[in-house]
């Protein structure tokens, strides 16, 4: 069973152009979750997502950032107009559909992204 | 292959009692370890480790890196409920980060 599955690993943008990071879950698992991770910093939750729906897109910034989990193929979270200050690592993390609190979450291996 | 392996992956016990957390890792250009607590959603920074032996300190939660035998303990004491959660390992190395399964800790009053 493949782990959580990020591509690219890295992704060099200049200012300006779209960033697409592509996350694709564990086999079975229907929810995924998108986080930002500055440098010397923790993770910020961005986006949680199930097939098809937005769940909680509390952590994304207003303007440039969306995301998406369709119904076929893998997460995405999209960055249009990238400016330095979006340079960081995502990661994405997915869990199964199950109930609860603090479900365990596995994360991919994180994309990192570079503006220039 | 880099990996991260936490241990116990599930763990109960009583409010008072200390708990052991284990995190081993095999990864290249190793540059951090870090500690998470996971709760409803975003998981909680608790600790970043660079350096062997020397050991970081939070109220009740305490860590320590041995770099030469490749592991981590999370050590908690006096637990309280509200310590339940899935702790979370990652190690950072230079390239990206390698998170572990985690560990999901029971506080039963």
């Known amino acids: 069973n493949a782990g959580v599955m990020q591509n690219p690993r890295h992704l060099v943008r200049r200012r300006g152009q779209e960033a697409r990071l592509r996350c694709s879950p564990m086999k079975g698992h229907s929810h995924v979750y998108w986080y930002r991770q500055l440098p010397e910093e923790g993770l910020k939750f961005m986006v949680y997502?199930?097939?098809?729906?937005?769940?909680?897109e509390s952590g994304m910034p207003k303007e440039r950032f969306s995301a998406e989990f369709p119904k076929e193929g893998p997460s995405i979270l999209r960055i249009q107009q990238v400016v330095r200050g979006d340079s960081a690592a995502y990661f994405c993390a997915s869990s199964p559909p199950i109930a609860g609190v603090g479900e365990t979450q596995y994360f991919g291996p994180g994309t990192r992204l570079l503006v220039l | 292959e880099d990996k991260v392996v936490q241990s116990p992956l599930s763990l109960v016990v009583h409010e008072g009692d200390t708990v052991t957390l284990n995190c081993s890792y095999e990864?290249?250009?190793?540059?951090?370890l870090l500690w998470y607590k996971q709760e409803k959603k975003a998981p909680t920074f608790l600790f970043m480790l660079?350096?062997?032996?020397i050991e970081k300190k939070s109220g009740r939660l305490s860590s320590i890196l041995d770099k030469k035998e490749l592991f981590s303990i999370l050590n908690i004491t006096a637990t309280q409920t509200g310590d339940s959660a899935v702790y979370l390992c990652a190690v950072d190395n230079n390239n990206d980060m390698r998170f572990g399964a985690g560990t999901r800790l029971t506080v039963k009053p």
């Open positions: 997502l199930q097939k098809e729906n937005i769940i909680d």
């Open positions: 660079t350096s062997s032996g």
């Open positions: 990864v290249t250009n190793f540059r951090s």
